[in-house]
């Protein structure tokens, strides 16, 4: 008998990394947050997953690159679309001690208008059991197409798909923290899962405990809510399962946290997919988040 397939849509922006290699020199790259996270979902779930990519790139050589490369890691690309005179964007990582800045281009960025077309958004989310976007997803579009993501999200989360949504609160890409607050609390109402930093709500929202920021979601209309904390404790509350903390072991190593809030969802998502509770699934996000950070770069191989 043949198993059930399944599917889990990442929309957001994929972006050229330039990321150090220790000797003065970059390597050259593809990441971005929601596709990070497709990235490892696509190696930690079983085949019966389909992983796809809703973005949009150009039409030039290194677009073509990049789908080549989502391609070759078993990334589904007919939901991302070619816009002429677009291209992708780029961002600079800097390392000091293992923490990352980033410089970003991306002017040009044909992702910034992959919600423009409703009927596209919504074919692409035609048969998603999972979609998951970000806060930086939101950030890079313009009013109107902000509204016609969550609106078809909205009706998608209506037929039944989950919607998982990461805050990812990054101040510069917002004109200011009210803007920006605003937009997130709407987010929040359209999903299921929410999986926020608290280091992020906490500083713009005025909250002094995770506890508060799972409450403000929780009002949001979210089942799910996972609240990050770098190297501290772990809050959740699952609707079932009530209120789980979780500590997660040290990382034996800090060489890079680029895409450790990334890698975590992925883990988490995963092994939620596949029937884990709560504490476990965010076990499980910790354990690979610890692997990822001990290397350089976004996308590194993991031990599953």
């Given at each position: ?13 994929c972006?050229v990394?330039?990321?150090p ?6 390597t ?10 497709a990235?490892?979902?696509?190696r ?5 997953w389909?992983v796809d990519?809703?973005?949009?790139v150009?039409e030039?050589r290194?677009?073509?690159?990049m789908?080549t ?18 291209t ?30 409703r009927?596209v ?7 998603t ?22 609106d ?18 990054r ?34 929202y005025?909250?002094?405990?995770p ?6 979601y ?8 996972v609240?990050?904390n770098?190297?501290?404790r ?11 903390t ?38 499980r ?6 692997q990822v ?5 976004a996308l ?5």
């Open positions: 008998m043949n198993e059930r397939h399944h599917r889990i849509l990442a929309i957001g922006e972006m990394e330039m990321a290699r220790g000797d003065g020199a970059y050259r790259n593809f990441a971005g947050d929601t596709f990070n996270t990235w490892y979902l696509r930690l779930l079983p085949e019966t389909s990519y809703c973005s949009a150009g030039d290194i677009s073509d690159h789908i490369f989502m391609q070759e890691a078993g990334i589904g690309t007919d939901s991302v679309r070619r816009i002429s005179g677009r992708v964007g780029l961002y600079m990582i800097e390392l000091d001690n293992g923490e990352r800045s980033f410089s970003y281009w991306r002017g040009q960025s044909a992702a910034k208008l992959l919600a423009r077309d009927e958004l919504s074919a692409a989310l035609a048969e059991e999972v979609a998951l976007f970000s806060g930086i997803t939101l950030a890079i579009l313009s009013e109107e197409d902000r509204r016609n993501l969550l078809t999200l909205a009706e998608a989360r209506r037929r039944g798909t989950v919607v998982a949504f990461d805050p990812n609160m101040l510069r890409l917002w004109p200011d923290v009210a803007v920006m607050c605003a937009a997130v609390t709407e987010a929040a109402a359209v999903a299921d899962i929410v999986l926020p930093s608290f280091d992020e709500d906490g500083q713009y005025g909250e002094t405990s506890l508060e920021t799972i409450a403000r929780r009002n949001a209309g979210a089942s799910t809510i609240v990050k770098g190297v501290g772990i809050h959740a509350e699952g609707r079932d399962e009530g209120v789980v979780f500590d997660p072991r040290p990382a034996a190593e800090v060489v890079d946290t680029t895409a450790a809030g990334d890698s975590f969802n992925a883990g988490f998502l995963a092994a939620r997919l596949a029937g884990a509770s709560l504490g476990d699934a965010i076990g996000g910790s354990q690979v988040a610890a950070i001990g290397k350089r770069g590194v191989e993991i031990d599953l």
